[in-house]
């Protein structure tokens, strides 16, 4: 019997995946409730409370934004807030990838940043290809060749 209703409106959305989130009024765990199934270590807001930055692991990285950001939206506009998703750095020697705007541009950083890639690390881990298709091809993969190169370079020794 438990669920009977829910399995009810899935039936009705023709099978369609959906996700029930229990509300809260505490806005940093609700938002971390939101963002399930990734594992969510620390929620920070702003003064206002419109802006806030997720810390995950970086390993979760992907789940909390999900497939196209469909995640990552949907948590925002349950929120009301704008959120922006960071992976746990564990090495040292990473780079912030705000640092590549001179070599890419604004709207090519915030693009790598919408994918969950905050760090040159973070790119790398990707390949052009994964790019082309996070970012739903905005970048192209001349552009994400490129920006694979650049990263890869400035880690040689």
Do not use: W
């Amino acid at each position: 019997m438990k669920g009977i209703r829910i399995h009810a409106i899935v039936r009705e959305l023709q099978n369609e995946n959906i996700d029930v989130i229990n509300y809260t009024k505490d806005r940093v765990e609700f938002i971390k409730r939101a963002l399930q199934p990734a594992d969510v270590m620390k929620v920070e807001l702003d003064e206002k409370g419109e802006k806030a930055s997720v810390l995950v692991p970086a390993d979760q990285v992907s789940k909390a934004i999900g497939k196209g950001g469909v995640n990552i939206r949907l948590a925002s506009k349950l929120s009301e807030c704008e959120i922006d998703v960071y992976r746990e750095v564990e090495e040292e020697d990473d780079i912030d990838l705000a640092e590549f705007a001179d070599d890419f541009g604004d709207k090519t950083i915030q693009l790598l940043f919408s994918i969950g890639c905050d760090t040159a690390r973070a790119v790398l881990e990707l390949s052009a290809d994964e790019i082309v298709s996070r970012t739903n091809d905005e970048i192209d993969e001349a552009l994400a060749r490129k920006i694979i190169e650049v990263i890869a370079y400035e880690f040689e020794d």
